[in-house]
Antibody, heavy 120, light 107 residues
Framework: EVQLVESGGGLIQPGGSLRLSCAAS????????MSWVRQAPGKGLEWVSV???????YYADSVKGRFTISRDNSKNTLYLQMNSLRAEDTAVYYC??????????????WGQGTMVTVSS | EIVLTQSPGTLSLSPGERATLSCRAS???????LAWYQQKPGQAPRLLIY???SRATGIPDRFSGSGSGTDFTLTISRLEPEDFAVYYC????????FGGGTKVEIK
């Protein structure tokens, strides 16, 4: 079964760090474009970061310089290292696979999400 | 950055009615890069439509997408009870972005 399972969320103080994990099954992370998308409580979806199959990485301006996306091919797992966390980073974080489907690109597989709360 | 504006913010309809959701882009979007998602409370988004008009695997044919350029539409021909949810459009430009969402609620 094709599946993504996130972990690593929790309560963290402003300025702190946290690493999220996203374990994939049924497909190979390193052969796909993989993204993190977040959703603040009661708000819409916000794209955060992507890592391409070739290893290139890109970030939303709101997290650039603070967050780092990476993957461990041996564990088939995607990561998001989050540093210098702010209250506005509070959200459910989803990992998602981007696929080049027959007639277009889309996020076709999503994890269940992990909640990150930044608060003192 | 391409901004997507969805309207209306909330759509109040009864089961069996037709729902028409709009997504307008601040600049032209390739149809290949326009998708729609459904999200229910406490759940992850689910892909409904990609390439502006292609249904994802397992999506019922009451869901259809159309449009091009800056104006895109998601239509649900006859609302089923399980269709009441929030719907997001999304584009791939220089970086991906989502619209603010349309909530389809039971009237």
């Amino acid at each position: 079964e094709v599946q993504l399972v996130e972990s690593g969320g929790g309560l963290i103080q402003p300025g702190g760090s946290l690493r999220l994990s996203c374990a994939a099954s049924g497909f190979t992370v390193s052969s796909n474009y993989m993204s993190w998308v977040r959703q603040a409580p009661g708000k819409g979806l916000e794209w955060v970061s992507v890592i391409y199959s070739g290893g290139s990485t890109y970030y939303a301006d709101s997290v650039k310089g603070r967050f780092t996306i990476s993957r461990d091919n041996s564990k088939n797992t995607l990561y998001l290292q989050m540093n210098s966390l702010r209250a506005e980073d509070t959200a459910v974080y989803y990992c998602a696979r981007e696929s080049n489907l027959p007639s277009g690109w889309a996020f076709d597989i999503w994890g269940q999400g992990t909640m990150v709360t930044v608060s003192s | 950055e391409i901004v997507l504006t969805q309207s209306p913010g909330t759509l109040s309809l009864s089961p069996g009615e037709r729902a028409t959701l709009s997504c307008r882009a601040s600049q032209s979007v390739s149809s290949s890069y326009l998708a729609w998602y459904q999200q229910k409370p406490g759940q992850a988004p689910r892909l409904l439509i990609y390439g502006a008009s292609s249904r994802a695997t397992g999506i019922p044919d009451r869901f259809s997408g159309s449009g091009s350029g800056t104006d895109f539409t998601l239509t649900i021909s006859r609302l089923e009870p399980e269709d009441f949810a929030v719907y997001y459009c999304q584009q791939y430009g220089s970086s991906p972005s989502f619209g603010g969402g349309t909530k389809v609620e039971i009237k």
